[in-house]
């Protein structure tokens, strides 16, 4: 196969065999039966990651009613009502998704929702993820007990996991899992680390042998499944059998808190009183206790598991860094969005790895400035983080987010998306820091490296200013990619 390298001072040859880059130099040749793609003119990168996607979730995304922009609870019934209208049965359960309430001046209503859909099951699911808004025929259709207002976090997690159960045949996902894998190929996509509530280790090795098989996965597991993979004697890293080594076992997930759109995050100093925030919880809520934290990393550090801990605000990544520090637990701290700079002292002299999501920034800088007034400069601390020794991990978590790396990395580059001054623009990152907290911790591409590469249309580097660089990553286009050697995308 031959394609230019970057960085090389000129274009290279790059053969692969075995799926594995098996020599880079001028002058290879293919043996005998292969191929080879003229990649003249452009730049070959290790593939790229997405450290913390919800698959099922994103993949049943596009069914869903959009109801992000939506500015108040009114705008969202005024939406689903028009829906309703155009539908021509009553007998499928509509689900929504991205309202965003953390600003809104009035909590949400069952009751008001009820006055929309009449007897419909409607569910409605926040932009984050971290609440849904049921009618009352939901609510009975999940077999909960009724409550007239959002369900949030503990409450709320099962619900989610059983929506596309609930909603859509295992055809659906199906083909919804088929397009958004296609998608994040086309983005140079070569793997992903799946947060999904379902079970994620029984589901995967199913989906290869169906044919969903462009990208490497490691899946998670929650507390409610660690017994079942401590029997089963799986370790993170372990391939997963029928994947054809494409899964793999990944980290024990864990969420400790809530979010900022949900107003649910556990923080230090209170939430501004403006919004409808819950009046019990002025600082958020911590779902999972030091002590209780502590001893299920204990058991999943013991049964060789990493930890993803999930944790947004900084009374809970304070919280967190205890239990880590007490039981001993490697891995990631997931989003760390509002932290102090002892904070990440202590995680970079854990260990930690910071798994973020650069583009939640874009969605959470007006909110952050509503309700956590005086926070925005400890608010996505990336540079911070690298420069104190924290090994950073971009990622989405799709369906908060796209799958869409060149999106994360553009955004912790120049940290705006519109026409204001970047938002803390002393956290910004270079290109090549934000490209290099992309590809799993790869370097460039080297001889015996696994064949999982992307092909890149223009120099990812290029660009004097943040600007100049987000523009230049935000309008990348990949022209082929890679998995194991095999091509999983082609626009040459």
Not at 91 to 116: E, F, M, N
Not at 465 to 471: D, F, G, I, R
Request: glycine share 12%; hydrophobic share 45%; proline share 4%.
């Amino acid at each position: 196969m031959d394609l230019a390298s970057h960085g090389a001072e000129a274009p290279v040859d790059v053969l692969i065999e075995g799926g594995r880059v098996s020599a880079i130099g001028s002058g290879l040749r293919a043996s005998p039966g292969g191929w080879v793609v003229d990649a003249s003119g452009r730049w070959l990168v290790p593939g790229l990651w997405d450290q913390h996607v919800h698959m099922t979730q994103w993949a049943t995304t596009a069914a869903r009613l959009d109801l992000s922009g939506t500015p108040d609870a009114q705008a969202v019934l005024d939406r689903v009502a028009a829906h309703l209208h155009s539908l021509a049965t009553e007998s499928i359960t509509l689900v929504g998704y991205g309202y965003r309430s953390g600003g809104w001046p009035r909590p949400v209503s069952t009751a008001d929702l009820d006055a929309v859909c009449g007897r419909r099951a409607v569910v409605l699911v926040a932009g984050d993820g971290h609440n849904g808004w049921l009618s009352s025929a939901a609510q009975r259709l999940f077999g909960v007990e009724p409550r007239d207002g959002a369900f949030d976090e503990t409450d709320w997690f099962p619900l989610w996991a059983q929506l596309a159960a609930l909603v859509g045949s295992p055809e659906e996902v199906t083909h919804g899992l088929d397009a958004v894998m296609t998608q994040a190929s086309v983005k140079g996509v070569v793997g992903i680390v799946d947060m999904e509530f379902d079970d994620a280790t029984g589901t995967w090795p199913g989906r290869f042998e169906a044919g969903l098989d462009r990208l490497r996965v490691r899946t998670s597991v929650y507390a409610e499944g660690l017994e079942g993979v401590f029997a089963a004697g799986l370790r993170t890293g372990d391939v997963l059998v029928g994947t054809g080594g494409l899964a793999t076992m990944g980290p024990f997930k864990i969420i400790t808190d809530g979010s900022l759109g949900t107003r649910t995050a556990h923080t230090h100093e209170p939430y501004s009183p403006s919004g409808a925030g819950d009046a019990a919880y002025p600082n958020g809520k911590q779902n999972v206790s030091r002590a209780e934290l502590t001893e299920l990393l204990e058991a999943a550090t013991a049964h060789g598991l990493e930890a993803a801990v999930h944790t947004i605000g900084d009374a809970a990544a304070q919280i967190a860094l205890d239990a880590v520090a007490a039981s001993g637990a490697r891995g990631s701290i997931e989003h760390a969005q509002l932290m102090t700079r002892a904070g990440i002292e202590r995680m970079a002299g854990l260990g930690l790895r910071a798994s973020v999501q650069p583009a939640h920034l874009l969605d959470d800088r007006d909110l952050t400035g509503a309700i956590w007034p005086g926070r925005e400069d400890r608010c996505f601390m990336l540079r911070t983080m690298l420069d104190l020794g924290v090994q950073l991990a971009l990622g989405s978590d799709a369906p908060v987010a796209r799958l869409d790396p060149w999106l994360a990395m553009a955004a912790a580059v120049h940290r705006t998306a519109d026409e204001r001054e970047p938002w803390v623009p002393q956290e910004q990152l270079t290109a090549a820091e934000a490209l290099g907290a992309s590809v799993d911790g790869r370097g460039t591409v080297a001889v015996g490296d696994v064949a999982d590469l992307a092909l890149l249309d223009a120099d990812p580097l290029a660009g004097e200013t943040p600007a100049e660089s987000a523009a230049v990553l935000r309008g990348m286009r990949v022209k082929a990619t890679l998995v194991a050697g095999r091509l999983t995308h082609l626009d040459l």
